[in-house]
């Protein structure tokens, strides 16, 4: 069955950084579109970034500059390396394969002093 576990999650102070990665099982990795997102309590779930079959990228723009999501299908592995990370980061982030409907558990990141 399809399987998405996300890891690399933390506390970490504003500015620090975080590289999360979710691996990937159960379905057609290397051609399927991935994406983060992440749902911070009391409000809606938002994409983070995505990654295309092709390496298209497409951010949020609150994390345009800061974050970059890449992809190794030879791990089935999706990333999301976070640099100079804010509070209003902290949120449950999570993995997506859209063609599969599935979604991962997710991964806390919190960003405090």
């Known amino acids: 069955q399809v399987q998405l576990v996300e890891s690399g999650g933390g506390l970490v102070q504003p500015g620090g950084s975080l590289t999360l990665s979710c691996a990937a099982s159960?379905?057609?990795?290397?051609?399927?579109?991935m994406g983060w997102y992440r749902q911070a309590p009391g409000k809606e779930r938002d994409m983070v970034a995505t990654i295309s079959r092709g390496y298209t990228r497409e951010y949020a723009n609150s994390v345009k500059g800061r974050f970059t999501i890449s992809r190794e299908n030879a791990k089935n592995t999706l990333y999301l390396q976070m640099n100079n990370l804010k509070p209003e980061d902290t949120a449950r982030y999570y993995c997506?394969?859209?063609?599969?409907?599935?979604w991962g558990q997710g991964t806390q990141v919190t960003v405090s002093s």
């Open positions: 997506h394969a859209p063609g599969t409907g599935y």
């Open positions: 159960g379905f057609a990795f290397r051609t399927s579109g």
